[in-house]
C-alpha cells in the first residue's frame, strides 16, 4: 500500500501534523502550523488548510486518507466547514473531520472507553461509553470555554484593568503582561487585546505566564488559578458522575493543564474530593499521532 496518511490536530492557536507510511506505520513526517478551526479568525483555517495541502504536495507519495480533529468542530455543522477548507485547498484523498477531542479520546484510550478534560486555547471533557458520547463545556469563548487558556488570559487582563484603577490589589501580572505585549500603558494594552481583529490566541497565549506570578505569591494570579482550576472540575464532574465508577480514567491535556504544574495540582485535589476512584493522568502523546493512527486503521480495514 503505497502512500501516506495524515493526522492533524487542529487547535485555535497552532495546528499540529504527522505523516505515517501507510504500509509500514512508519512515521515519515510531521510539523506544526497556524490555526485550524472554524473560530480561528477570517481566513485563517484557509490558509492552514492550503498550507497542508501544500505539505502533501511536496510528499513523493500519495496521501491515502486525511483525519482532522479540530477545536471547534464538535458539531456537524463546523466539522463540515473544516473539511470543505482542505477539500477546496487540494486535498483530494478522503478526508475525516471531527471535534479535537475525539483525537484526544482515540490517542488516550484506543478503541476503549475514558474520560479526557482538555484546556488549551479552549476547554471541554468528555467521554466516550459504550458508543455513548458525553459532553460537558467546549461552546466557545462567548459564554463557554471556562478554565481555558483564553478564559486565563482574559482574567489576567481583567485584574491588571482593576489594579491600575484601584478597584483591586497590584499584582505582578501587569510586569507579564507588559513583557509580553511591549506596551506600558493600560490604554495601550487594552486597545491591543480589544482590537476586533485580535486573534484570542494572543489572549490564550498569557495564560502560559500565569504560573509565573502564582509561584511568587501573587494573590490576584492565585485566584484566576484556582477559579481556573474550579471551573475545570465543573467540567470534569458533568463528565465523570455519567460513567459507572471502573471507566473514571481522565486524560489530562492541552497546553494548559500540560505545562501548569500548579493548575494541575489543583485540579487533582478537587477531582479527588468528589470522586476519589478517579485516576487522572496526564496526556503527553500528540493527538495528532492518534489522528494518523485512526486514519491508518481505517484505511487498513477499508471502513
Given amino acids: 500500500m503505497a ?17 505515517l507510511d501507510a504500509a509500514t506505520g ?19 483555517m484557509e ?36 473539511r470543505q477548507s482542505l477539500v477546496q485547498a487540494g486535498i483530494a484523498c478522503p478526508v475525516s473531520v471531527v471535534g ?15 474520560a479526557a478534560l482538555i484546556s488549551g486555547t479552549g476547554s471541554v471533557c468528555c467521554a466516550r461509553h459504550m458508543g455513548t458520547f458525553i459532553r460537558a463545556g467546549g461552546r466557545g469563548h462567548v459564554f463557554d ?15 491588571i484593568a482593576r489594579a491600575s484603577d484601584g ?23 487594552a486597545a491591543f487585546y480589544c482590537a476586533p481583529s485580535r486573534p ?8 502560559h505566564f500565569l504560573g509565573m506570578a502564582v509561584s ?22 458533568a463528565v465523570l458522575a455519567k460513567l459507572p465508577p471502573e471507566l473514571r480514567r481522565l486524560a489530562l491535556t492541552g497546553s494548559v493543564l500540560t505545562e501548569n504544574r500548579s493548575l494541575r495540582t489543583r485540579l487533582n485535589a478537587l477531582i479527588a474530593e468528589r470522586f476519589p476512584q478517579a485516576e487522572s493522568f496526564v496526556l503527553y502523546t500528540r493527538a495528532a499521532e492518534g489522528a494518523a493512527a485512526y486514519a491508518l486503521k481505517q484505511l487498513r480495514s477499508g471502513a
Fill in 3 to 19: 502512500g501516506v496518511v495524515m493526522g492533524v490536530d487542529g487547535g485555535g492557536s497552532k495546528t499540529e501534523y504527522v505523516l
Fill in 26 to 44: 512508519e512515521r515519515v513526517g510531521g510539523g506544526r502550523l497556524g490555526a485550524l478551526s472554524p473560530f480561528a479568525g477570517e481566513g485563517v
Fill in 47 to 82: 490558509r492552514t488548510a492550503s498550507r497542508l495541502a501544500a505539505v502533501l504536495q511536496q510528499h513523493e507519495l500519495a496521501c491515502l486518507a486525511l483525519r482532522a480533529g479540530c477545536a471547534g468542530a464538535g458539531e456537524p455543522l463546523m466539522a463540515e466547514k473544516v
Fill in 100 to 114: 479535537d477531542h475525539w483525537n484526544t479520546l482515540d490517542t488516550a484510550f484506543g478503541d476503549g472507553d475514558g
Fill in 145 to 159: 470555554d471556562e478554565g481555558s487558556g483564553y478564559a486565563i488570559g482574559r482574567d489576567m487582563l481583567a485584574a
Fill in 167 to 189: 478597584r483591586g490589589p497590584e499584582t505582578k501580572l501587569a510586569d507579564i503582561v507588559r513583557d509580553v505585549s511591549g506596551l506600558n500603558d493600560i490604554g495601550e494594552i
Fill in 200 to 207: 484570542k490566541a494572543d489572549i490564550a497565549t498569557l495564560a
Fill in 216 to 237: 511568587a505569591g501573587d494573590e490576584a494570579a492565585r485566584l484566576i488559578l484556582e477559579k481556573a482550576a474550579g471551573e475545570l472540575a465543573a467540567l470534569a464532574f
